[in-house]
């Protein structure tokens, strides 16, 4: 869904920077209208995935924005952000929804990874930071990794594919990922890129597992890196 919502944003805003001169004058800055499309993806973006704190972090936000533009509200800036904070807590208590958080900076935690235990730093969504993860499946089959605005970088070392592969999947807008797999693994890519890059070193002649990475890569750079 993320590379939709982005994707239709981009052509937004490539039509209002090509067309600014004959739309109606609306009194915003081509850098102002760059950050209104960006918050708007990523509200988007967290209530199509019903994420709670991403879509009132970027909905707050884009209420600031637009309300020092227009004035719906006769407020300032930290009593919206205290007004969303509580709002977010309500909600929070009231729904208890099954992924309500976004981190934005370092936290280590243990989290079940295919039913086995995992350390990670930060949750497998990331935004505006950056995050470490761990590995240590002893029955590893597939994983996820969405980061936005940010880096993540994930080693593999210590997991144990079961069966002959296994998959991870990519989500990455204006991202840095690398990922650090054993130098026994054959790793194949399968990318949908837009302005991206993927830099990996040649594959093993002789492997033992397969790790298939799928990636959706938008204003990003994918890293492989062998480690012993």
């Given at each position: 869904m993320?590379k ?9 805003l ?16 081509i850098w102002k209208m ?8 990523g509200l ?8 709670l ?7 707050t936000?884009?209420f600031i ?5 227009y ?10 952000i205290v ?7 309500g909600?929070?208590i ?24 995992a ?22 089959v597939r994983?996820?990794?969405d ?7 994930i ?6 594919i079961?069966?002959e ?12 990922v ?27 002649t002789?492997?033992?597992?397969k ?18």
């Open positions: 993320k939709y919502v982005l994707g239709i944003g981009l052509l937004v490539s039509g209002l920077v090509l067309f600014q001169n004959y739309l109606p004058q609306f009194d915003f800055s760059v950050w209104l499309v960006v918050l708007a993806a988007v973006n967290g209530l199509v995935r019903r994420r704190y991403d879509s009132f972090f970027f909905g936000w884009l924005l637009l309300n020092k533009q004035h719906f509200l006769a407020v300032d800036p930290k009593t919206v007004g969303a904070i509580l709002a977010c807590l909600c929070h009231l729904f208890k929804p099954k992924r309500g958080n976004i981190r934005f900076l370092g936290d280590f935690k243990s989290v079940a990874s295919g039913g086995k235990k350390m990670v730093e930060d949750e497998d969504s990331v935004a505006f930071g950056s995050s470490t993860r761990y590995i240590h499946d002893t029955s590893f994983d996820t990794v980061v936005a605005f940010g880096s993540a970088t080693y593999f070392d210590n997991a144990v079961a069966g592969e296994a998959t991870f999947v990519i989500d990455a807008a204006f991202s840095t690398r990922l650090y797999v054993p130098d026994t693994w054959l790793v194949q890519v399968k990318a949908d890129k837009a302005f991206s890059s993927i830099q990996q070193v040649s594959p093993p002789v492997f033992d597992k790790l298939l990475v799928e990636a959706d890569l938008a204003f990003s750079t994918l890293e492989i890196i062998s480690s012993s």
